[in-house]
């Protein structure tokens, strides 16, 4: 682009920027009374100059570094100087200058105005991403599923941990950076879970947070779990090895629900075959329904020791699992010589 092209593109010249300097320059020079010597005529220089080179320096005066901490249910507005203003329904932290201004954002809504062509610098940092202001209107919401980052006015750099980069604009509409954390990814697939995305969304994401998650931890069990329970309609012998993976780890917390889980889903989509292992474990537990289901599976072999399981579980089962184990424990001694 030649200086032509140049000139015939830049923006219109803001109305307002003369008289936002005038004030600046008015607030320095009643906050600070120069010495005499600066508008003394040293080296020849007039009371003309001296008076024009302190009002550059009063401009150019930088304003101190200092913190802000946000934290606010509802909707709050913060102004954190004559450039920046911040409507805050979340938790953050701010830290700068009033024209280099640095936001640490937690979690919740965050709503930024920035007046343009003053100079500022303003970025928005969390887990998720980088965002890198310059004059606009624009949004920050960072929830279960990611930080969505939406412009009301002028544009934004984003560059997110998830390997997504590039500019957010009104017209290109908002743009979600993911989560990158074992945790984070895990309650995205939650929150997908909740809104009724569909089963290879919430995978995805999973994988994901399983590929990065650490063994052993109590997140990569939660992930598993998940995952587990995901797979089961679409991939049994996949959820059934999530299953093992997830016994196998450190933090197997809900051992019993994932063992009782897994031998349900294989009794009914493999058959007994594929169950008696997870059946017998839980029955060595002390679990009755699955001695009941055990029974049944080896009765027609082993029905000597199918009708001592039933009898052993009879007295801890009540409702539909009692009646179930008295009709199997009749058929048996039906069938008996």
Known sequence: MDLRDAIEHMEEPDPRAVDRIWRRFEDSRARRRWPAWTLAGAGGLGLAGAAVAAAVVALSWPSAERTLQLESLATR??????????DVTGRGTVR????????RWLSGHLRIEVEPNTGTRLQVHTDEARVQVIGTVLSVDRGAL?????VEKGRVRVTCRDGWSGDVTAESGPHTCQPVTPAGLLGRAD???DQG????????????????A???TPV???LLVRRMRQRAPLDVDGALADAELYLATDA???????????????LSELGCERALPWLTELHEAGSAPESVLLAECIAADDPERARRLLVGALPVLEGEWNERATRALSQLLEAAP
């Open 191 to 193: 929150a997908l879970l």
């Open 96 to 103: 700068g200058t009033d024209q280099d201004v640095q936001i």
């Open 197 to 212: 995305a569909g089963d290879q969304t919430v995978l995805d994401t999973l994988d994901r947070g399983i590929a990065v």
């Open 77 to 86: 507005t913060h102004t954190w100087s004559e450039q920046v203003s911040l």
């Open 220 to 222: 990569m069990g939660e």
């Open 214 to 216: 650490a063994p052993g």
């Open 252 to 266: 197997a917390d809900r051992a019993f629900e994932v063992r009782r889980f897994a031998s349900w889903l294989a």
């Open 146 to 150: 990611g930080v969505a980052v939406g």
